[in-house]
């Protein structure tokens, strides 16, 4: 007799569970995300992708693209959605990909994103370095040039990005074009030379964001100084952005939050999903410590799973409450 009781509560488990996947709203549907050819972006995609998963969406690895190929394809539908929209330094390509009637953007998924121009912290205070501007001189100017032309050398923006765009323009505002070359490649090959003069106790004057390992690596107040800049000056949609902090300090750049940004007609169609969208959120503390064990060698899709799999066992009921209130939503 106990043996068919437990067998009838097997089964009941078991038609418990059938019922329950077979309720969930993703069931049957397939996700396509986006992010750029920044690695260390997989974290907070992926954190993202789980969360579909459990509501039963069959998610795709995230696709590589440059951002504005990622948000046109989002607008036309043949991806679904990016973790990585940067506000307002992506709002140029988000415009021009159709902007908010093509685009579903609700919540706030990171705050307290910062960029800039920084110099090794050595050279700041032999020289009394504080603004980028003071680099018209050309003594200072020559302090950074790397290959002889008596320029100093930025370590600057991959094209692309939108942070190419900020630098060019400030380039010519602060009237430093004569003065500063602002080299564009590969950023992660830049950045890995800057960090090499460093370490050799060479002058370095670089452009860096966060979330990212370069601060962990190169930490300011400790190895370097962030340079301030004569006055806010924007490009494009940023145009009327004062870039001055509360405390009077100006670092060039508007603290940026980032979103989730999905294709709005699918959105529409999967209330679920967007609810969750609209409010998952990610410590930008969390994203840094992430990107710091990538770059000290843990950067496999095996070790990054098990970071996301790490931080959401260390988040379970928060990340338990974001699938209880997207699966509501579908009702």
């Known amino acids: 007799m106990r043996k068919i009781t437990l067998l009838a509560a097997a089964f009941t488990t078991l038609a418990a569970a059938q019922v329950s996947a077979a309720d969930l709203p ?4 397939t996700v396509k995300p986006v992010q750029s ?14 969360a579909l998963e459990k509501l ?12 504005n190929v990622g948000y046109t394809s989002i607008a036309s539908g043949d991806a679904t959605f990016t973790a990585v929209n940067w506000q307002p330094l992506h709002d140029d ?4 990909a159709g902007g908010d009637g093509k685009f579903y953007r609700e919540g706030t998924f990171v705050q307290g994103a910062a960029q800039g121009y920084l110099i090794d912290k050595k050279t700041a205070e032999k020289y009394k370095i504080t603004r980028i501007d003071q680099l018209k001189d050309p003594k200072l100017a020559k302090l950074f040039d790397t290959n002889g032309d008596g ?17 060019n323009h400030q380039m ?42 370069v601060s962990d690596v190169l930490v300011p107040g400790r190895d370097v100084v962030w340079l301030q800049v004569p006055f806010s000056s924007m490009p494009g949609e940023q145009k009327d952005v004062d870039t001055k902090l509360p405390n009077g300090s100006n670092y060039g750049f508007p603290v940026n939050t980032m979103h989730i940004v999905a294709n709005k007609a699918w959105a529409e169609k999967n209330p679920a999903a967007a609810k969750l969208f609209a409010e998952m959120k990610l410590p930008i503390a969390d994203i840094n410590a992430q990107n710091s064990r990538m770059h000290q060698g843990q950067a496999s899709e095996a070790e990054i799973n098990a ?25």
């Open 37 to 50: 050819t920044i690695t260390e972006e997989s974290f907070q995609t992926q954190l993202v992708s789980r």
């Open 151 to 167: 320029k100093a050398d930025l370590t600057g923006c991959t094209p692309g990005w939108g942070c190419e765009a900020v630098i």
């Open 172 to 213: 010519k505002a602060f009237d430093l074009s004569n003065s500063i070359e602002h080299n564009q490649g590969n950023y992660s090959a830049m950045i890995a030379d800057t960090i090499t003069r460093f370490k050799e106790g060479k002058p370095i004057l670089y452009y860096t964001w966060t979330p990212y390992w």
């Open 307 to 331: 970071h996301v799999d790490g931080w959401i066992k260390a988040h379970q009921a928060q990340f338990d409450g974001w699938i209880k209130d997207a699966m509501a939503a579908a009702k």
């Open 93 to 96: 390509m988000y415009k021009a």
């Open 26 to 29: 993703g069931k049957g549907i």
């Open 56 to 67: 039963g969406y069959t998610v795709d690895s995230a696709s590589e693209v440059d951002y």
